[in-house]
């Protein structure tokens, strides 16, 4: 397991099977260390250079996961009293090398799409959807509280 370098984040890599006919990701189980809770599944698809963000959710933990292509994924820390309050890491995380990023509530959070190619990435995470009162708080890409990090 690596460190994020923030509190209530971490990264591991994925576990990938790799044979003559193709490839197995596995997404999430139960059985592995630091395992979150699985209460939904989706995934996005983001077009080369897009930035998703900033974001941040007041329960939900999400685990994202690279299926195809590069990201660039970025984690602030405001929350005060945090061991890592102020805090920014951004990181490269690809299909080449997957890993699982897995981040708690109040963090705040986004992600650009590298490269040529078309982004996908599988979220899981420990809260459903509330489509009608979500559990997701949104900023603008350049608000100016936030560091400059995107490409």
Same mark, same amino acid.
């Given at each position: 397991?690596?460190?994020?370098?923030?509190?209530? @984040?971490?990264?591991?890599?994925?576990?990938?099977?790799?044979?003559?006919?193709?490839?197995?990701?596995?997404?999430?189980? @139960?059985?592995?260390?630091? *395992?979150?809770?699985? /209460?939904?599944?989706?995934?996005?698809?983001?077009?080369?250079?897009?930035?998703?963000?900033?974001? /941040?959710?007041?329960?939900?933990?999400?685990?994202?996961?690279?299926?195809?292509?590069? @990201?660039?994924?970025?984690?602030?820390?405001?929350?005060?009293?945090? *061991?890592?309050?102020?805090?920014?890491?951004?990181?490269?995380?690809?299909?080449?090398?997957?890993?699982?990023?897995?981040?708690?509530?109040?963090?705040?959070?986004?992600?650009?799409?590298?490269?040529? *190619?078309?982004?996908?990435?599988?979220?899981?995470?420990?809260?459903?959807?509330?489509?009608?009162?979500?559990?997701?708080?949104?900023?603008?890409?350049?608000?100016?509280?936030?560091?400059?990090?995107?490409?």
């Amino acid at each position: 397991m690596l460190s994020t370098e923030i509190h209530d @984040a971490w990264i591991r890599d994925a576990r990938v099977v790799t044979n003559a006919k193709g490839s197995v990701h596995e997404v999430w189980s @139960a059985g592995e260390p630091r *395992a979150i809770a699985c /209460r939904q599944v989706h995934v996005t698809a983001t077009r080369p250079g897009v930035v998703r963000a900033w974001f /941040r959710h007041r329960l939900q933990t999400d685990s994202l996961l690279i299926l195809r292509g590069t @990201a660039l994924i970025a984690l602030l820390d405001d929350r005060p009293g945090s *061991a890592t309050c102020g805090q920014l890491v951004t990181m490269e995380v690809s299909d080449a090398h997957p890993q699982r990023v897995v981040f708690g509530p109040m963090l705040w959070h986004g992600f650009q799409a590298l490269g040529d *190619a078309e982004l996908v990435v599988a979220h899981v995470n420990d809260q459903p959807f509330a489509h009608g009162e979500p559990d997701e708080e949104k900023l603008p890409i350049d608000d100016p509280r936030f560091p400059r990090c995107w490409r």
